[in-house]
T-cell receptor, first 115, second 114 residues
């Protein structure tokens, strides 16, 4: 069955430290991959996406993600976090069939930034 | 450029009632999708509307229905509300229905069913 897993429910990182949020998917082919961020009281904002090509993609706010086909993963990274990065992060996957099937989201990772 | 807007922001209903949520798509976007986000969960796809017709649907019962209007705005209707319908309902718009173009999300409507 097609699925998306974010193994970490909560992650705490010190301000200025590096960050990696994990995302794994289960699917027989290469899906379309997205990372979204949700701040309290806000909708979802797209950080970056991967459709094909270079497996390292750059996004907004200094985030990047790497697609690893062999590991069925699409982990999100940032070299130095800021207090404003505290939010909920969702990995989302588009499986075959196109956009009419909707995105499948993971359960999210809550990022806490320590001063 | 106007972003995706949703109304109302919050709503309280009683079990068994019916509710209508509204969404205005981003300027130039002709496709609207609806998602349900339960507390502590990721959003789940309800359905998508394009050219005023349902274009795709997730695993939700028929009491979840929708409309899209000629100006591309959309409504989500839920009949016979259940306690488990309490959630944040998100609307997203895009400019192409069949691909994986970037979806722009609204701030959501938080529904509480008592």
């Amino acid at each position: 069955a097609q699925s998306v897993t974010q193994p970490d429910i909560h992650i705490t990182v010190s301000e200025g430290a590096s960050l990696e949020l994990r995302c794994n998917y289960s699917y027989g082919a290469t899906p379309y991959l997205f990372w979204y961020v949700q701040s309290p009281g806000q909708g979802l904002q797209l950080l970056l996406k991967y459709f094909s090509g270079d497996t390292l993609v750059q996004g907004i706010k200094g985030f990047e993600a790497e697609f690893k086909r062999s590991q069925s993963s699409f982990n999100l990274r940032k070299p130095s976090v800021h207090w404003s990065d505290a939010a909920e992060y969702f990995c989302a996957v588009g499986f075959s069939g196109g956009g009419a099937d909707g995105l499948t989201f993971g359960k999210g990772t809550h990022l806490i930034i320590q001063p | 450029e106007t972003g995706v807007t949703q109304s109302p922001t919050h709503l309280i209903k009683t079990r068994g009632q019916q509710v209508t949520l509204r969404c205005s798509s981003q300027s130039g976007h002709n496709t609207v999708s609806w998602y349900q986000q339960a507390l502590g969960q990721g959003p789940q796809f309800i359905f998508q509307y394009y050219r005023e017709e349902e274009n795709g649907r997730g695993n939700f019962p028929p009491r979840f229905s929708g409309l899209q209007f000629p100006n591309y705005s959309s409504e989500l209707n839920v009949n016979a509300l259940e306690l488990d319908d309490s959630a944040l309902y998100l609307c997203a718009s895009t400019n192409r229905p069949g691909g994986w173009e970037t979806q722009y999300f609204g701030p959501g409507t938080r529904l509480l069913v008592l």
